[in-house]
């Protein structure tokens, strides 16, 4: 039996790599059995090995979700993998799964804190608030009994000025 790049047994398919990878040369080799295709949403050009084909994967240019094209004569019966393959990427997942769950719960943990800060601070900003306005009051006041006493220290300066006239 010939071997394809798409039989699952053949001799050295455990070294494709399961990764996407760029195609502009960041030290991977792209391979016979990649699929090279570019990103629909900036144009970066992309290499997965052919197992990926028709998996949604996520741009490593932009981070957008790529649609994996699978290649013309290629059968979705080629991709199928073995239970052991199945068992561990099930393993795979379910660790990716756990550590994502546990990121989100961290990033709703630090968004709590982030709102409880706000609402301190708009706290304070309130009371800060209230203190300038009763300070601008004062200064008001400042301003007023200022002119009140210059009036009454000019009054006082013109009465003594008519007593030494006499």
Do not use: W
């Not at 997965?48 to 699978?70: K, M, S, T």
């Not at 799964?97 to 968004?111: G, P, S, V, Y």
Request: proline letters at 4%; a negative charge; charged letters at 25%.
């Amino acid at each position: 039996m010939q071997h394809t790049p798409m039989d699952q047994d053949a001799p050295g398919a455990d070294e494709f790599v399961d990764e996407t990878v760029t195609a502009e040369g960041e030290g991977d080799e792209i391979r016979v059995t990649d699929i090279v295709f570019d990103c629909p949403h900036c144009g970066h050009n992309l290499a997965i090995d052919y197992r990926g084909a028709g998996l949604q994967i996520n741009c490593v240019a932009c981070g957008e979700p790529v649609l994996v094209p699978i290649p013309d004569g290629m059968k979705i019966d080629d991709l199928d993998l073995s239970s052991g393959e199945l068992l561990t990427q099930l393993f795979q997942t379910r660790r990716l799964l756990l550590k994502n769950e546990q990121h989100i719960a961290e990033l709703e943990e630090t968004l709590n804190s982030v709102k409880t800060r706000r609402t301190e601070l708009e706290k304070s900003r309130m009371v800060t608030l209230h203190r300038c306005a009763e300070v601008v009051n004062l200064c008001q006041t400042v301003l007023k009994l200022q002119n009140e006493t210059v009036l009454t220290v000019n009054r006082m300066i013109a009465l003594i000025a008519e007593e030494q006239q006499r």
